[in-house]
């Protein structure tokens, strides 16, 4: 293979430009030359596509964000949008492609793998929502940017007696919560995983109210509840004064952490020893700390593992 391309789709997430400089300097490193498709497949359809070198890609390591831009891209869905973006790959010597996004972005790789451009997914996403993997680039970043958040409203709800239901991001998957939850020492973490119960989180606030606790950190994931009407109902219910906070895109953003900016490098260069050897339509994925990759095909319908045991510990010593 002598020419490959690569593009960031989706939402962004901190990281996937250490993926970029790494596919494009592992790719120097094996006689391969790459180019840089822009804002997705919107890129791909509309030929915005640019040479890329070991010195375009200087300096992003260490930036949140994508210097390639990315977009969401409703066209792509439809078969016009495809034939038009697989013309544009030939047009362009493009013979394969390195995706870097959650699985809505495989699922365009998959349809592109299937006429004949071979693809390779990264998988990047601060929701870490991807079945096929233990981890995705980004999620490292977004939970230390959510605890430090919290670390902060929890001076407040400390400082006021106060309780803090706070709403973090996960696109139907609970990771994030879970994970910050536990990090925050959250009261109650509501995930989709195990659905929404104000009584139980009121029961809870109540229990260790009893037991000497004067300020609460509730963790809610987000689409579950509206988080102003919990804190209301909390507040009514116990007589303890709350305040919600939706911490939204902030969580998306920031320089990558030291995990995200070593798996995204380690990715990047698998993807590219993929192609190298003349095999596409794989996913790079994490298994047990280590870099392997499955079939698009297969791990699209791979099933996602809930960690009871963090959930559990999580309730077990939040008293
Ligand atoms: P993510 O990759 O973060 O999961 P999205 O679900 O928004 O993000 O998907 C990103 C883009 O991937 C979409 O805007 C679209 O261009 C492409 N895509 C998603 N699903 C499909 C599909 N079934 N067929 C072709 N392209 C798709
Ligand atoms: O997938 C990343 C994510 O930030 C989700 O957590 C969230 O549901 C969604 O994207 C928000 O998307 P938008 O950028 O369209 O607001």
């Given at each position: 293979m002598k020419t490959i391309g690569i593009l960031t789709s989706g939402g962004d997430a901190p990281g996937m430009n250490a993926a970029v400089r790494s596919v494009v300097r592992s790719a120097e490193s094996m006689g391969i030359t790459v180019k840089g498709v822009l804002r997705g497949y919107n890129g791909l359809i509309e030929n915005n596509i640019t040479d890329l070198?070991?010195?375009?890609?200087?300096?992003?390591?260490?930036?949140?964000?994508?210097?390639?831009?990315?977009?969401?891209?409703?066209?792509?869905?439809?078969?016009?949008?495809?034939?038009?973006?697989?013309?544009?790959?030939?047009?362009?010597?493009?013979?394969?492609?390195?995706?870097?996004?959650?699985?809505?972005?495989?699922?365009?790789?998959?349809?592109?793998?299937?006429?004949?451009?071979?693809?390779?997914?990264?998988?990047?996403?601060?929701?870490?929502?991807?079945?096929?993997?233990?981890?995705?680039?980004?999620?490292?970043?977004?939970?230390?940017?959510?605890?430090?958040?919290?670390?902060?409203?929890?001076?407040?709800?400390?400082?006021?007696?106060?309780?803090?239901?706070?709403?973090?991001?996960?696109?139907?998957?609970?990771?994030?919560?879970?994970?910050?939850?536990?990090?925050?020492?959250?009261?109650?973490?509501?995930?989709?995983?195990?659905?929404?119960?104000?009584e139980e989180i009121i029961e809870k606030i109540r229990s260790t109210h009893k037991r000497g606790r004067n300020h609460f950190i509730i963790i809610v994931s987000e689409d579950l509840c509206d988080v102003r009407q919990l804190a209301k109902e909390i507040e009514n219910a116990t007589g303890i004064e709350s305040r919600a906070t939706i911490i939204g895109h902030v969580q998306r953003g920031g320089n990558p952490s030291l995990r995200d900016r070593v798996v995204a490098s380690k990715m990047g260069y698998a993807a590219v020893q993929l192609l190298n050897d003349g095999i596409g339509n794989r996913i790079v994925a994490l298994k047990d700390n280590k870099i392997v990759n499955y079939d698009i095909i297969e791990s699209l319908d791979m099933e996602k593992t809930f960690d009871a045991e963090t959930y559990m510990l999580a309730d077990i010593i939040s008293i």
């Open positions: 070198d070991i010195r375009s890609v200087s300096d992003i390591i260490h930036r949140g964000g994508t210097a390639l831009f990315t977009a969401r891209c409703p066209k792509f869905k439809t078969e016009e949008g495809i034939q038009e973006a697989v013309k544009n790959c030939r047009d362009n010597g493009i013979e394969g492609l390195v995706v870097i996004g959650g699985d809505g972005s495989f699922r365009g790789a998959r349809e592109l793998s299937l006429r004949g451009i071979p693809c390779i997914g990264i998988p990047a996403t601060i929701d870490n929502d991807i079945s096929s993997t233990e981890y995705t680039i980004g999620f490292d970043t977004a939970m230390n940017t959510v605890v430090e958040m919290v670390d902060k409203l929890r001076d407040t709800a400390c400082s006021h007696d106060r309780c803090s239901v706070v709403e973090v991001m996960g696109h139907g998957a609970g990771d994030l919560a879970l994970q910050c939850g536990l990090a925050v020492g959250a009261t109650s973490i509501v995930i989709p995983e195990k659905g929404y119960n104000p």
